[in-house]
Structures are given as structure tokens and as C-alpha cells.
């Protein structure tokens, strides 16, 4: 095999990624990152960055589902401590009804 069929070869084992509208801040702290702990790949730098983004969506998912859980259980906790009576209430055709009346709004 000669080099031309070797340089070919590895031509199609590559795949390229072009990015572009790039701000310069952003550049520059890639390639720090990636010479910095990624030896200057900046596949492994990408894929790291991915991998970190995917992580913390699913950690705001999970705190998200803890808060809305946490919520629910204080309602549920606090729930007895707002007791409601029933009032029974007859109309002027003798139908009787009950009604739910917070011991805080039958003070008043």
C-alpha cells in the first residue's frame, strides 16, 4: 500500500465538525479546557461538555421533581391542622345540607 492509499484511508476515517459564528470568549475557554484537561482533543473536550450538560439536566429534573414531592408532603402534613367542621343547614323546604367551614372562618 502506498502513502496515497494511506493518506485516503485515513481521510475517510475522520469525520470533520465545523463550527462556526463561534464567539472568541467561548473559543478560548474550549481550548483551554481542552489543552488543559483534555491534552488538546477536542473530541474528548465536546463529548465531555455534552456528557456534563446531559448530567445536569437530569439533575435539575430530579430537584424539580423533589421540590414538586416536598410540596406535596407539606400540603398532605399541613392539611389536618387546617380541620374543617361540617355545617348542616336546612333550607326552607326541609332539605338538609352540609357544608365544609374552616374553624378559622367560623371565628370570624
Known amino acids: 500500500m502506498d502513502k496515497k492509499e494511506q493518506l485516503e484511508k485515513l481521510r475517510n476515517r475522520v469525520e ?3 463550527i ?3 464567539p472568541s470568549n467561548t473559543k478560548r475557554e474550549f481550548k483551554e479546557l481542552a489543552d488543559a484537561e483534555f491534552c ?3 473530541g474528548m473536550t465536546l463529548k465531555y ?6 448530567q445536569n439536566s437530569l439533575l435539575d429534573m430530579v430537584a424539580s421533581k423533589t421540590l414538586e414531592l416536598e410540596h406535596r408532603f407539606n400540603s398532605m ?3 389536618p391542622e387546617q380541620e374543617q367542621e361540617k355545617e348542616v ?3 326552607l323546604n326541609g332539605r338538609k345540607i352540609e357544608t ?3 374553624k378559622e ?4
Open 89 to 91: 343547614k336546612t333550607l
Open 40 to 42: 488538546s482533543d477536542y
Open 49 to 54: 461538555l455534552v456528557d456534563y450538560h446531559k
Open 105 to 108: 372562618e367560623k371565628k370570624k
Open 16 to 18: 470533520g465538525l465545523s
Open 20 to 22: 462556526s459564528r463561534l
Open 100 to 102: 365544609k367551614v374552616d
Open 77 to 79: 402534613v399541613s392539611a
